[in-house]
């Protein structure tokens, strides 16, 4: 049974930054895309940044770009998002998400292919 823990949020200045990372176990962590969404108070979640199986590529929603960085390191089953230059708009309960289907491209829609989720870590940027 795949098991995703978000860690790593917390309360923020604007300007400031965090570091989310996302554990994994219960398969292959190596053989699947992952990604990153986000849900803030009373809107519905969206995507934010998605990286292939190897690393290889990254995708990221326009109003993170150059401030938000995906990576992950296979050997520590572990999915990191690196946010800088944080606003208090990013604030949001930011999930990790894994795809269900080995060696596909990553999805940037929360619908498709994405069977897992964790449970979720706040971040609150304050201006």
């Known amino acids: 049974q795949v098991q995703l823990v978000e860690s790593g949020g917390g309360l923020v200045q604007a300007g400031g930054s965090l570091r989310l990372s996302c554990a994994a176990s219960?398969?292959?962590?190596?053989?699947?895309?992952m990604g990153w969404f986000r849900q803030a108070p009373g809107k519905e979640r969206e995507f934010v940044a998605a990286?292939?199986?190897?690393?290889?590529?990254?995708t990221y929603e326009d109003s993170v770009k150059g401030r938000f960085t995906i990576s992950r390191d296979n050997a520590k089953n572990t999915l990191y998002l690196q946010m800088n230059s944080l606003q208090p708009e990013d604030t949001a309960v930011y999930y990790c998400?894994?795809?269900?289907?080995?060696?596909?491209?990553?999805?940037?829609?929360?619908?498709?292919?994405?069977?897992?989720w964790g449970q979720g870590t706040q971040v609150t940027v304050s201006s």
């Open positions: 998400a894994a795809d269900g289907r080995p060696y596909f491209i990553p999805s940037t829609r929360e619908g498709l292919g994405y069977s897992h």
């Open positions: 219960g398969r292959t962590f190596s053989m699947y895309s």
């Open positions: 990286i292939r199986w190897d690393g290889s590529t990254t």
